[in-house]
């Protein structure tokens, strides 16, 4: 019912920066916490930041500082601005939503996106 489309990943030199979008789409009554997170291979995936409907944000020790979440409600669209990206950051970085997708009888989703390679070179 939640389709999630990402956007925004490439290549990018140690230092850059990138911006990753994610909008959702389809039938939902909203689109509540959004998240990203990140998974190398043979590892598990990770949350890299998040983010309530009303702007309440976390992140993790290694995106502090430099990494930053935004969402605009409007447009049911999630971003992740990452500046002075290092080799440690380079990953598949998932798109991740809740949405409540009735209101009665309540029924909830979690959705994922499928994903957008960001590589950082050294």
């Known amino acids: 019912q939640v389709q999630l489309v990402e956007s925004g990943g490439g290549l990018v030199q140690a230092g850059g920066s990138l911006r990753l979008s994610c909008a959702a789409s389809g039938r939902f009554f909203s689109i509540n916490a959004m998240a990203w997170y990140r998974q190398v291979p043979g590892k598990e995936r990770e949350l890299v930041a998040s983010?309530?409907?009303?702007?309440?944000?976390n992140y993790a020790d290694s995106a502090k500082g430099r990494f930053t979440i935004s969402r605009d409600n409007a447009k049911n669209t999630v971003f992740l601005q990452m500046n002075s990206l290092k080799s440690e950051d380079t990953a598949v970085y998932y798109c991740?939503?809740?949405?409540?997708?009735?209101?009665?009888?309540?029924?909830?989703?979690?959705?994922w996106g499928q994903g957008t390679q960001v590589t950082v070179s050294s």
């Open positions: 983010i309530t409907r009303d702007g309440t944000t």
């Open positions: 991740n939503a809740d949405s409540l997708l009735k209101l009665w009888p309540r029924k909830d989703g979690n959705y």
